[in-house]
């Protein structure tokens, strides 16, 4: 069974930082391509960053510079370090993985900036 367990939101001010994490099993973590994707109310769920096997990695413009992706392939966890944090960024975040066929999303967590 897969599971992605995502932790780490919580509520900063303007400008503060925070750090995601999202430990999965059930897959042979180093294998697969790692995404963080986030949804604030009324909106699109929208790409965030993802790193590959390789760690490779890409981020949405709004993101870039500000936001980093990362893994650790021994603990089964991608991380995303976010700084700079502004208002537009409060949404709640997910972790997701496309594994056997399958995609497989993880719990949200809830990021909340105060301007």
């Known amino acids: 069974q897969v599971r992605l367990v995502a932790s780490g939101g919580g509520l900063v001010q303007f400008g503060g930082s925070l750090r995601l994490s999202c430990t999965a099993s059930g897959i042979n973590f180093r294998l697969y391509t790692m995404n963080w994707y986030r949804q604030a109310t009324g909106k699109y769920r929208e790409m965030v960053a993802n790193?590959?096997?390789?760690?490779?990695?890409n981020y949405v413009d709004s993101v870039a510079c500000r936001f980093t992706i990362s893994r650790d392939n021994v603990r089964n966890t991608v991380s995303l370090q976010m700084n700079s944090l502004k208002p537009e960024d409060t949404a709640a975040y997910y972790c997701?993985?496309?594994?056997?066929?399958?995609?497989?999303w993880g719990r949200g967590t809830q990021v909340t900036i105060s301007s």
């Open positions: 790193i590959t096997s390789h760690g490779s990695t």
């Open positions: 997701k993985v496309r594994a056997r066929g399958s995609l497989f």
